[in-house]
């Protein structure tokens, strides 16, 4: 059973144009969800962290959210440079591990 | 400021022969994490250790074992590597427990023949 979905698999924008990834979790006892990025051939880089529903975090043309059972990465009027695979994972329970999804790889274009 | 390393970045190696991938961070975290990634899968835990001496089995352990005498290290071992194990692996670190923020390296890729 999947306990941690992204939606889209992949995502094609064009510059300027706004849209939003998903990650949906079955998990139970949610301590923290995380968001990361990763460019081809490179370890994840951290994007944001996000503790308990109705917060929202922001980054430059980034802005993660939460609610009880999915968040989103609202990216808005993006750029070339933010072509990227975006991670989420989650951390629950009592287990010391995160559980990822597979990720949303998005590419946008002039 | 290196951060978190892995050495070698790329190996070819052939089936049955023992692996031995290198994980070094500077923080001094006392947590470090080895990740497999797989296309279709997403990172999948080996083994973690929350500090030097102390060890812990993930989701996907079998064939593989870890060690860890000084906090900034934490080898990962293909005792006898399968066509299987052909993988991108990724080390990472974060100071206290899993819900602060790990940090990973930059990835070996692990070609087995």
């Known amino acids: 059973e999947d306990q941690v979905t992204q939606s889209p698999e992949a995502l094609r924008l064009q510059e300027g144009e706004s849209s939003s990834l998903n990650c949906s979790y079955t998990v139970s006892g949610l301590r923290g969800l995380f968001w990361y990025r990763q460019d081809p051939g490179k370890g994840p880089e951290f994007l944001f962290t996000l503790y308990s529903a109705g917060e929202e975090k922001e980054k430059e043309r980034l802005k993660a959210t939460l609610t009880k059972k999915e968040s989103f990465l609202h990216i808005t009027a993006p750029k070339p440079e933010d072509s990227a695979t975006y991670l989420c994972?989650?951390?629950?329970?009592?287990?010391?591990?995160?559980?990822f999804g597979t990720g949303t790889r998005l590419q946008v274009t002039l | 400021d290196a951060g978190i390393t892995q050495s070698p970045r790329y190996k070819i190696t052939e089936t049955g022969r023992q692996v031995t991938l290198m994980c070094h961070q500077t923080w001094s975290h006392s947590y470090m994490f080895w990740y497999r990634q797989d296309l279709g899968h997403g990172l999948r835990l080996i083994y973690y250790s929350a500090a030097a001496d102390i060890t812990d089995k993930g989701e996907v352990p079998d064939g593989y074992v870890v060690s860890r005498s000084k906090t900034e290290n934490f080898p990962l071992t293909l005792e006898s590597a399968t066509r299987s194990q052909t993988s991108v692996y990724f080390c990472?670190?974060?100071?206290?427990?899993?819900?602060?923020?790990?940090?990973f390296g930059p990835g070996t890729r692990l070609l087995v023949l």
């Open positions: 990472a670190s974060s100071r206290l427990e899993t819900q602060e923020t790990q940090y």
């Open positions: 994972a989650v951390h629950w329970g009592t287990a010391s591990k995160l559980t």
